[in-house]
């Protein structure tokens, strides 16, 4: 069965700091692994995609990395801001299936 | 280019009324995918479209809920009777080919049940 699970289920942290989500996954055969950030209330917006041949891609204070061996990614968030906090999800998607969603990390920045 | 539209924002129905929510896609996407997602919890996947067509529905209610997408006009999600436990948020995205993964979400429509 494709699973995606995502570590830790929520997360404060200080602005300023730096913090790591993780994502494992058992989905095969993958395509693509996608991080979204859902703000409160908000839709989903698309953050970045790691295709199996990348390692690490970056958009600004956001840095994903992946390891497609162990089946891991993890979202770096750096000098992280009062508007980063939102929730995370990882989406994992395998062709001819539909893309299989994490339940998300929560993350709250305290000023 | 409009990004995904889906309106209600919010919908409040009796137990028992019908709900429908609707969602256009961005231009030129043709595959459509609904979500629901309850407070505090992830986003479940309920059916995906495309034109005219339901590719899967693995993930809807086999009683009370339907979803379509006609050739012309938005998708629409219907829900019969509601009951509380349907309160929720409800998210389209739409994406421009199948199963890449690449969704673009609506800012979705929030149901509640009296």
């Known amino acids: 069965k494709n699973q995606v699970e995502q570590s830790p289920q929520s997360l404060i942290i200080l602005e300023g700091k730096n913090c790591t989500l993780q994502c494992n996954y058992t989905v095969s055969p993958f395509s693509n692994l996608r991080w979204y950030k859902q703000d409160t209330g908000r839709g989903p917006v698309s953050l970045t995609i790691m295709t199996f041949s990348e390692n690490t891609k970056s958009n600004g204070r956001y840095t994903a990395t992946l390891d497609a061996d162990t089946k891991q990614s993890s979202l770096h968030i750096t000098a992280s801001q009062l508007s980063d906090s939102a929730s995370y999800i990882c989406?994992?998607?395998?062709?001819?299936?539909?893309?299989?969603f994490g339940r998300g990390t929560s993350l709250i920045v305290h000023p | 280019n409009a990004g995904v539209m889906q309106n209600p924002r919010h919908l409040v129905r009796r137990r028992g009324q019908e709900a429908r929510l609707r969602c256009s896609p961005m231009k030129g996407h043709s595959h459509v995918y609904w979500y629901r997602q309850l407070p505090e919890e992830g986003l479940k996947f309920m059916v995906y479209l495309q034109k005219e067509n339901i590719i899967d529905e693995s993930g809807m209610p086999k009683e009370r809920f339907s979803a379509e997408f006609p050739k012309e006009g938005p998708s629409i999600l219907r829900i019969q009777q509601v009951v509380r436990g349907d309160s929720a948020a409800y998210f389209c995205?739409?994406?421009?080919?199948?199963?890449?993964?690449?969704?673009?979400f609506g800012e979705g429509s929030r149901l509640t049940v009296l």
């Open positions: 995205a739409s994406s421009p080919s199948a199963n890449t993964g690449e969704l673009f």
């Open positions: 989406v994992v998607s395998v062709m001819g299936y539909i893309p299989t």
